[in-house]
Structures are given as C-alpha cells and as structure tokens.
Antibody, heavy 122, light 108 residues
C-alpha cells in the first residue's frame, strides 16, 4: 500500500526549533516529488513547497521561502519540514502529499499524510 | 502568483440536490492543471478531480469537473450524505501552486 506517515503532534514554545517528518512507503521514494501544505486552525490549504528526493531539488512558495526548510533523506525514505525559530503564527496542521505521477512536479496530490499538528505557545 | 477565488463560500443544500461550485483564477491556468479536493473534519484532503475534468481513482461519477482558462466548475450531480464537506480547488500549472479558499457544502 502506498502511504505517507507523518510524525506526531508537537507542542513548542516561541523561538524553539522543530523538524517534522513524512515517511513514504509502498513506492519508489526517490521517483516522486513530495510537497508540504499548511492548514491554520479553521482555515484553508496553503502550498508551502516541494522536494524531489531523488536529487533534493526544492521549490518554495515565496510566502514560505526563508521561513522553513524542506529536506529529504532518501536512505530512509523520509521528507522533512523544519523551523529554526518558531512563532505562534506557525501553529497549524501540516500535511505532506505526493503527486500522482513519478518525476512530475506539476501534478495533483493523490496521496496525503495524516497531518502533523504543530502548536506554538508560551 | 495565481489567485484562485472560490464561490460561494458556503452552499446549503439537501441530500439529492445538485451542487455547483465555482473556482475562478486571476490568470489563465496552463494546460488546465486544475484539481479539486474534498476535506472532511479531522481528515486530510482527498483528490477528486485533476486536469480540470478527470476523476481520480475511486471517485464516484456523481462528481464532475469542467472549465478551462480562468473559470472552472465542480458539479456534484446528486448530493449523498457523505458529500457534505469543504471543497478546495488547486492550480498546479504555475509556481507557486496555489489553493482556493474553499467552499463549504452544508446540509440545509
């Protein structure tokens, strides 16, 4: 079964760092882009960025460029989203998602992780 | 960046009725790279339609997508109880990819 399994919920304080993960299984991890999507409480979906684990080619939305870092470790089929200094406004559900077709970045996401809730509060 | 505007914000309908959801883009979406997703409370989004009009695997044929350029529509021909949810459009033809703000389909 093709699936993306994300790490568990996190509660952090402002200024702390964080790295959340998304592990792919059931497919060739290095052949598919993986994207990250933010959903703030009660709000809509926001595309953050995307990475190709095969060569670590990464693209960011201008809204998130410099605010987060997307990476991947193909040896363990895992993608990451990290913050160096969290803010209260980073409180949100974060989803990883995979496009339908291998090697194609411009594609709809048909496989989604279950989401990781990040809460940032003093 | 392409801005997607969905309307209406909320659609109040009864089971068995037809739902028509609109997604308008601020500029033309290349190659009709437009998708629709359904999201229920506490769940991840689910892909319904890609390429503006192709149904994703396992999606019932009561869901259909149409449109091109800047105007796109998702139609649910006869609402089933499980269809009451929030629907998002997404364009993936231009970077950064963007989502609409969503349309909530609620039970009247």
């Amino acid at each position: 079964e093709v699936q993306l399994v994300q790490s568990g919920a996190e509660v952090k304080k402002p200024g702390e760092s964080l790295k959340i993960s998304c592990k792919g299984s059931g497919y060739s991890f290095t052949s598919y882009w993986i994207g990250w999507v933010r959903q703030m409480p009660g709000k809509g979906l926001e595309w953050m960025g995307i990475i190709y684990p095969g060569d670590s080619d990464t693209r960011y939305s201008p809204s998130f460029q410099g605010q987060v870092t997307i990476s991947a470790d193909k040896s363990i089929s895992t993608a990451y989203l990290q913050w160096s200094s969290l803010k209260a406004s980073d409180t949100a559900m974060y989803y990883c998602a995979r496009p339908q077709l291998e090697r194609l970045r411009a594609d709809a996401f048909d496989i989604w992780g279950q989401g990781t809730m990040v809460t940032v509060s003093s | 960046e392409i801005v997607l505007t969905q309307s209406p914000g909320t659609l109040s309908l009864s089971p068995g009725e037809r739902a028509t959801l609109s997604c308008r883009a601020s500029q033309s979406v290349s190659s009709s790279y437009l998708a629709w997703y359904q999201q229920k409370p506490g769940q991840a989004p689910r892909l319904l339609i890609y390429g503006a009009s192709s149904r994703a695997t396992g999606i019932p044929d009561r869901f259909s997508g149409s449109g091109s350029g800047t105007d796109f529509t998702l139609t649910i021909s006869r609402l089933e109880p499980e269809d009451f949810a929030v629907y998002y459009c997404q364009q993936y033809g231009s970077s950064p990819e963007t989502f609409g703000q969503g349309t909530k389909v609620e039970i009247k």
